[in-house]
């Protein structure tokens, strides 16, 4: 493979995967959210046919979505010298930039498909998801301080397992969402 078709291959798989990559989390998000607080309707909503078709709708948007970047992308070869004594060398130069504005709003689209509304989506599930581990059924008992034992141990339970590991994955999720560098040149 020549450099002029890795220039405009590796953007485009670059991008396909990492809006895959962001929709992917956003999907598993989703499931968690009916397995948590619709369990009920999780059985019949998250069959494996639906599975797959998201799946595939995922990659198939991303696929379709990122197709502009061919044309984005720029390839470049020039020639340099570093004095009038030092042989000349060919530089392949391949950039991917938003000069004009209907890249400047390309970028803007999927900036805001695949970054901003992702988030947003994670932090109302995992939000709902929390308030759903946190809601504690009171239910009518005769024996009271049974009952407050129970809901005791039931909040250390849920507070060792969803601090400990929930925290730390939702901050791992939004602290790699932005710590990934968007647009690279090849």
Request: proline share 4%; charged share 15%; aromatic share 12%.
């Amino acid at each position: 493979m020549n450099s002029h078709s890795r220039c405009y291959l590796f953007p485009y798989v670059e991008q396909v995967v990492f809006q895959a990559s962001i929709l992917t989390i956003a999907a598993i998000s989703v499931e968690r959210y009916f397995a948590i607080c619709r369990p009920l309707q999780a059985m019949y909503v998250l069959t494996r046919r639906r599975t797959c078709i998201v799946i595939a709708l995922i990659w198939l948007l991303g696929l379709l979505l990122c197709s502009p970047v061919f044309t984005i992308t720029v390839f470049k070869v020039e020639e340099y010298r570093m004095n009038d004594c030092s042989p000349t060398y060919l530089v392949h130069d391949c950039r991917s930039v938003a000069s004009t504005t209907p890249t400047v709003a390309y970028f803007t689209t999927i900036t805001l498909l695949f970054l901003v509304f992702p988030l947003a989506l994670l932090c109302g599930l995992y939000v709902s998801i929390c308030r759903k581990l946190y809601d504690v059924p009171m239910t009518e008992s005769r024996d009271c301080r049974s009952q407050r034992v129970k809901m005791k141990s039931r909040r250390q339970v849920r507070h060792l397992s969803l601090y400990s590991c929930g925290r730390t994955v939702l901050i791992s999720v939004v602290a790699l969402f932005f710590s990934v560098p968007r647009w690279c040149t090849c």
